[in-house]
């Protein structure tokens, strides 16, 4: 089954495309730019779903529900807004099909022009804030804090599977504030849920900061993110968080009075995740083998397979196998048991190695005699035999240091992969030669940071949160510079 | 807060609107046709989907995502499919704008035309069946039981919260199977699937049955339904699950090798319910001071109201309040514990009676001095005092209640206006008069049927199934049938 998987150390974005296909995670769908999420790979997105979910709820925050089409004109209501957002949208123009004269199928119906144009929406700020408008009079209608799980669609020229695609799921909050100051707390409250997120569940250590002023959201007055780091070196942001200040409250004319009886524009923030978790998620921990999954989020947690010459032994063995499952199940672990006779023992092997399930326990005809069963850990490929009395405890610790194990692993890898440079030579030999996290002095420009970008496509990732202040001078301009900021090349 | 809802017996179709509005369920929104589900509103969908994908799960579905947009060809290549959605459909032509060249906003960028216009998905079988031909080849790869929760598209020219809406939310359950027998028994298990969740969860009951060929899903051989009445008499189709034969698979050429080596067609099953399940739900059970939930789905269980003169009165309140409702919260029932100061109780009474809170637990001073509380039920309005330490059960047992007496109070106001009638004259009469389910003779005949519409705006809601066998002549041709069917005037 991963035969043939690509090496990582041969072609890292190769290994990526297979392993996402043939894990049955996702593929690309015959519409341009869309994927179909798998069955497979849905369960795991389903997964971080409801764990987030969780984590919005316990913060205060309720779903709700927002068109997915956009009137045009609402779109420009907020001048950087529609900057980013109107090269790359998808344009509804007609609402009706109808026959072709010719016989030769359907085409638009011109007759069914719309007076003005729909835009898919790519984010919902703009649909948002105007029905904000009929929400909030006052100030006990604040805070208002709602999230909804939608799709959205960006017209990407190059996409990849679940890194970048033109329709994508994710969540997105908006919430409403009376204060700069509570709309403030809010932002960072929710970048610290997504950093949470994806190093408790996704076992994905990742680095908070925020954007420089060129990498902004558009539309925010600030945005803050998470960047993590993949094992080819190229760092992934994975979750951002923005605080647009009275921006979107003053293009949509949202204002509140006070207690006092004063009235003001309501402070907003915005935050998303998407599917590109995914990418992360496989990138981070993933072998030639395939996929490693944390146990947190694995649909599969167990897999017991059974190893036979005959009916009799399968039936012996499904008895004790039924039994613990029974068991695992009762402690809350999912566990499949794959009793088919039309595959061999070594074909599920791969097959679950290749889907990523954590821990795979073997039983046959030897374990039974001895009262045992093959336990074999999906990270470090480990096997150890345990008596079956054992195993329920076993496997549950195991499964705890699996979680464990494969952050530390990957924490290490960034340790490994972070350096610091001094002159912009040697900022170049470390990003071609091993690629990471590369802290560097910068002048704080635009200017600097575009020429970097144009020499190197390497980016400012963010400038960590509670960064150490360090004078200096950047690398490139030789202007002063009072902290170091993180480059990388990105996905 | 209710004051002014309008009554039922005035304007039952005003009296909804104002209710989904003013209960927080949903609004207009500002894009046509669309709705804003709100917070409230959705938290009672998350129960639904919650309830109604642990029922697919149980019966052995997963979960999958497939792309929004459909090639403009694919709707074409099952012939009664694109009749039935072309003219109805948001047609993506262009995917980018541009700012106008005098500075007056964005608009469509000319040379951003798509080579093939996009559909916005109005169901999704074509883009579905286009994935299986990839993969389903033999019967190994067989039954494929697949569900997706999306967001569908379809031009609706009058719209209606819930019931009507240009953009909806649902699911739309496809499987793949290798034997015409087997997909017809996903499509009625499905059927009972539907079923179950409307009489056992909503408390709506229902009846089971098959559409007359002009009333049948476009692609599909057989289209089965569940049908609610409700209070004004009309109907309303609450869940379709369609037998779709070979059809789409012989459009998307999805074929099969049999265990003896033959090549077969691949035989579809589709079903779905969506947010009209809303409207099913709000207008089998509210009255005129607002919504009635069944406990099963409603996001606030029980809602405690303190009722206090200061201070002192609500602190010690608050203590018996807050032990309460830890003890209910171990049962697993959701409380609130509403202790604003800024409302009055009697405005708060009229607010949970509004949103369908199934009991209300009031709190005052002389319930201090005897070790008790006062209980209401939403449904009957009936209170009650009990003693404080038998609040727990008596607040289990009453949840069970209300759940069982609305479900009952619904199925004999159905039963009240299920009406035989055996000519065409009886027929108008009650129609016009009474409304209901109407049992009567029809010839099996599209014409018969299309001029009883025509004439009198009822249609045939459906053939129940394991229908009476019973001779007798058409109401309307007079000509011989052998069954009576199910007319209603319908949502």
Chains 1, 2 share one sequence.
């Not at 012996?316 to 499952?325: G, M, N, P």
Request: proline fraction near 4%; aromatic fraction near 10%.
């Amino acid at each position: 089954m991963s035969k043939g998987l690509p090496k990582r150390s041969e072609d890292y974005s190769q290994w990526y495309n297979e392993l996402v296909k043939r894990a049955d995670l996702a593929e690309n769908s015959p519409v341009r730019g869309c994927m179909v999420i798998k069955p497979y790979g849905f369960s795991i997105w389903e997964k971080m779903q409801a764990a987030l979910d969780q984590m919005f709820k316990a913060t205060g925050h309720t779903n709700a529900y927002f068109p997915i089409f956009i009137p045009k004109s609402y779109l420009s209501k907020e001048a950087s807004h529609v900057e980013g957002f109107a090269k790359e949208c998808a344009v509804i123009t007609h609402y009706r099909l109808k026959n072709a004269p010719d016989g030769s199928g359907v085409i638009v119906d011109p007759e069914a022009k719309l007076e003005e144009e729909l835009i898919v929406r790519p984010t919902s700020e703009t649909v948002i804030w105007s029905t904000y408008k009929n929400w909030i009079q006052s100030y006990r209608d604040l805070p208002l804090l709602l999230n909804q799980w939608a799709n959205v669609v960006r017209w990407e020229m190059r996409t990849r599977l679940f890194l970048r695609t033109t329709e994508f799921l994710w969540q997105e909050g908006h919430t409403a504030h009376a204060t700069a100051k509570e709309a403030e707390e809010e932002t960072i409250q929710m970048l610290n849920v997504y950093a949470d997120f994806a190093e408790n569940f996704m076992a994905v250590p990742v680095i908070k900061g925020v954007k420089t002023p060129s990498e902004r959201f558009a539309g925010a007055v600030d945005t803050y993110c998470i960047e993590a780091l993949m094992q080819d070196g190229k760092a992934l942001q994975s979750g951002t968080s923005h605080f647009l200040g009275q921006n979107f409250a003053k293009a949509f004319d949202v204002k509140f009075a006070s207690k006092e009886g004063k009235l003001d524009f309501v402070w907003g923030t915005s935050w998303g995740a998407s599917t590109r978790l995914m990418g992360a998620l496989i990138m981070t921990h993933s072998d030639d083998e395939g996929l490693i999954l944390p146990p947190k989020l694995a649909p599969i947690q167990v897999v017991i397979v059974p190893i036979f010459k005959n009916a009799d032994q399968l039936a012996t063995i499904s008895e004790k196998a039924s039994q613990l499952k029974k068991e695992l199940l009762a402690k809350g672990i999912s566990v499949k048991y794959d009793d088919r006779d039309t595959q061999t023992p070594g074909y599920k092997f791969a097959d679950y190695e290749l889907k990523g399930v954590p821990v795979r326990i073997a039983i046959g005809p030897r374990d039974l005699e001895n009262g045992t069963a093959e336990v074999a850990r999906r990270d470090t490929k480990e096997k150890k035999v345990y008596p079956m009395n054992e195993l329920v405890s076993q496997v549950e610790t195991l499964l705890q240091d699996i979680q464990q194990n494969i952050y530390q692993k990957a924490l290490a890898f960034r340790e490994a992969n972070t350096t610091q440079v001094n002159t912009y030579a040697e900022f170049k030999e470390v990003l071609d030669n091993k690629g990471g996290f590369i802290f560097a002095h910068w002048d704080g420009t635009a200017e600097t940071e575009e020429k970097i970008k144009e020499e190197t496509k390497a980016t400012i990732r963010c400038i960590p949160l509670n960064n150490e202040q360090e004078e200096g001078i950047c690398m490139y301009s030789g202007q002063p510079s009072w902290q170091r900021v993180i480059f990388a090349r990105a996905y």
